[in-house]
Each structure stands twice: as C-alpha cells, then as structure tokens.
C-alpha cells in the first residue's frame, strides 16, 4: 500500500512519520468503499443495492470521502509502523501533523504524524565518582526514644478519671465556626472530632485552646492565622470557634520492664533482649540510609554528565500516576482530590507544574539506570527472584507459598527482577567508586534528610 516512508527526529525524543499512499491506492479504497454501501443502500425509487453510483456520490461524496481517507490512515500508519525501528511509546498515541487534511483521489495522499519514541541513553561517566559517606552516631537517647514509641504503640486508651483535657489526652469535640454576633455560620459545624492534643493535626488547631476542659464543657474561643498558614480557608483569617469536649480519654502507658518486653515480641524475654534488639535495627536503619543517600549522589553525577531528552509522554504519564497515588493517600478519587484542591485554591496543572522538574529528573536516573544494567549485562533470573521472595518473607516470619503464588499469578515476578538487577547495579557502582569519610551526623538528623 504505501509508496514512501521517511522518519524525522524532532527534539524530547519525539519523531516525525512521513507517508505516501499511491494515487491508484486511493482510488481503490475510496471504490470498495462506495461499493460496499451501494450494496444496502435504499433510496425512495430505488430497490435496494440498485441505487445509481452517481446518485450516491452526489447525495454521500463528502462522507465516503472522509470515510476513506480515515480507513486509508490507519491503514498507512499501521503499515509503516510494522518494520521501522522508532516505534511509538505505548501510551505515545501519533498525532496526525495535517489539521484539514482532504482526500484526492487522483493524487497520491500524503501525511506526517508524530509521536514519542524511546530515548537514546548515552550515560556520562559511571566509574572512578567520590562520594561521601556520613558517620552516624547511634546513642543511649536513640535507643530510649525508640522504646518510648514502643510504649506509646502498647498504650491503652481508657476514659480519664478527672475529666479534664491535659497534652497527650485524646479528646472528642464538636466544632463550628461563629460570625460576628455570635450566631453559627452554616456548613461549619463538625461533630465526633478527635483532636489528640498536642499533635496539632486538625484543622484548626484547637489542642492548646483545649487545655483546661471539662466533659461537657463548651467555650467560644479565638484563633488568629497568619498569612502564611498551610491552609489557604485560613491564610490571614480571624475565626471564633464554640467547641465542646464531649469525652476525655488517656493512654495507660506500660511501665519498662521485662514484662513489656515480652509483650512486643516472643522473641525478648528481657528488656536488655530488647535494648539489644533495637540497637541493632538502628544500625541497619542507618546503613540502608546512608547506601542511599551514596546511591543517590553517584546517580546524581552520572544524570549530570548525560545527555538524555526524556519524552514529553513519558513525564505526563509519571506525573497522572503521581495523582494517582496522591488520591489513593487521601482516600479520593482524581476528581474529588481535584475538587479538595479546588478549595485550597490550586489546580491540578499547577500542581503538575510543581512536580515536573522532580518527575523528569526520576525518570531519567531510571532510564540511566536501565541503561547501566544493559551495559554491565546484569540478568536476573526467575528463580534468582523467587528465592529473594522466599528470603523476605522469612525475615517477616510469613508462609512464602502463598506469596510465590501471588507473584506467579500476577505476573510481578518482573519487578522482583527488576529490582534485583538495581541492588546488583548500585552495588557494582558503589565498588567501583571512591568512597571517602563525611561528616559526622546524629542518628535523627540523618533518618530526616531527603534522599
């Protein structure tokens, strides 16, 4: 079918599909498709199939015409795109170049697309980088902090006996905003709010205000925002709140001791058992932070030194998948994360544009490293990946059967792989680079850095 095809490369990984179509081509496709209805036609005076062709073509022509010449690109794209190489990313749909494109039928018809293809990756240099390593230290303070959370994640909720909100209470309040006269203002009122004081994790941010109340008791209360509060209802706005504590509950907190112990794990038959245990989860806790944080550098100098124009599809569907996610986090649909947004005066491409520099530079270390793994010829195989599931779920102390099985019966042995072929990367990276001593680092400060 086609007489000519030529390719040509556009910036972003994008190409430009060019396509003939041979005038006798045409004209065939345009007669099968006039004979094809010219079978069922019916027209008043005529039987049906007898219609004159003529008649047809005057009554029909512009619709046969275009009929034709979107059955003749599709066919023509699909039959160019058979044997070239720059073949469209999957979620890269070609985009027809002419906008009032008519057909001729004693021409040759001839159009362009262009669509998203896969980048070329070329990586800059991967051998010979420095990085630093940070020097963690991981104290006695380190330890009873994580023994603190231990016993706020055993702490009994029970109702508190003198009935008065203190910091650390968890409290349930009714909430609604009052205008100038005192009078509710509509659409404001929340009921059954539980407002753990001290985390400040309402909206309002009412815990200090709390401080003091009884059961039962409720109070007008006035708060001032400031002009760069998270919230945009709030930014700069005086608001008088009635609140009323309805209940008042504590945590009963276990004492440390070996009985506590025994209650987080069989595993501990002493508080000392535990220590030892947490001591060496902060250790590895560190050292997965700081592989990391080495992983991240080195991957940061190598997208530095390498040329690559990641495709403008590639980044929008990162960043819908993004949203995606972002929705799943608050329980949402797209739409209503969109409409939630709405309220805090901010758009979806307004956020899309916010996320775009991180979302390219994500996507391209995964294309270098993709690439690195093709080049140091990494292969994983499935049942390399099987046992790593095997591993894991012993460490979780879980059945790996029925895990396998999941894996199996999803197809996600891939990722496994995938992630598999990364660790072997990073660690052939990370051999043959100069790792030199950082600077010295708290425990905590190292787990809240970025990267």
Do not use: C
């Amino acid at each position: 079918m086609i007489q000519e095809k030529k390719i040509e490369k556009l910036e972003n990984s994008a190409v430009q599909l060019h396509i003939t179509i041979p005038q006798d081509e045409v004209r065939v496709a345009y007669d099968d498709l006039v004979k094809k209805y010219a079978k069922s036609a019916q027209i008043k005076g005529f039987r049906k199939g007898k219609v004159p062709r003529d008649l047809l073509e005057r009554r029909f022509g512009e619709g046969f015409r275009a009929e034709a010449l979107q059955n003749l690109l599709e066919a023509g794209l699909e039959e160019a795109l058979k044997d070239v190489e720059e073949r469209p990313l999957p979620y890269a749909r070609p985009s027809l170049v002419e906008e009032d494109l008519e057909l001729t039928l004693d021409a040759p018809l001839s159009f362009s697309v262009t669509y998203d293809v896969f980048p070329e990756v070329t990586p800059g240099t991967y051998e010979g980088l420095t990085v630093a390593e940070p020097k963690v230290s991981i104290t006695k303070a380190d330890e009873d902090r994580e023994l603190e959370e231990l016993r706020q994640q055993n702490a009994l909720v029970i109702e508190k006996e003198d009935g008065t909100v203190a910091k650390g209470d968890i409290a349930t309040v009714t909430l609604e905003e009052l205008d100038e006269d005192g009078s509710p203002l509509d659409g404001t009122r929340q009921e059954d709010l539980t407002v753990t004081v001290g985390e400040e994790e309402n909206l309002y941010r009412i815990d200090k205000d709390i401080i003091g109340f009884s059961r039962g008791e409720t109070r007008t209360i006035e708060k001032e925002y400031s002009q760069e509060d998270d919230h945009e209802s709030l930014k700069g706005q005086k608001k008088r709140l009635q609140v009323t504590v309805s209940t008042i509950k504590q945590r009963d907190v276990p004492e440390l001791d070996d009985e506590f112990a025994q209650d987080v794990s069989d595993e501990f038959e002493t508080l000392k058992d535990l220590r030892k245990d947490i001591k060496k989860r902060l250790a590895e806790n560190a050292e997965k932070k700081i592989r990391a944080q080495k992983i991240d550098e080195l991957m940061k100098q190598i997208s530095e030194n390498t040329a690559l124009e990641v495709p403008a599809s590639m980044v929008q569907t990162e960043l819908e998948s993004s949203w995606r996610g972002l929705a799943e986090q608050y329980h949402a649909t797209p739409e209503q994360l969109e409409q939630l947004l709405a309220f805090q005066g901010k758009t979806r491409d307004e956020i899309f544009d916010e996320w775009r520099p991180s979302a390219l530079e994500r996507l391209k270390r995964s294309l270098i490293a993709q690439k690195l793994i093709e080049l140091e010829k990494i292969e994983v195989s499935d049942a390399e990946a099987e046992d790593q599931i095997r591993k894991d779920a012993e460490e979780r102390k879980a059945d790996p059967e029925p895990i396998l099985e999941y894996y199996r019966n999803k197809n996600m042995l891939s990722y496994v792989k995938q992630d598999l072929a990364e660790r072997t990367l990073f660690d052939r990276l990370l051999e043959k680079s100069t790792v030199t001593p950082g600077e010295k680092i708290k425990y905590l400060d190292l787990m809240a850095e970025n990267g």
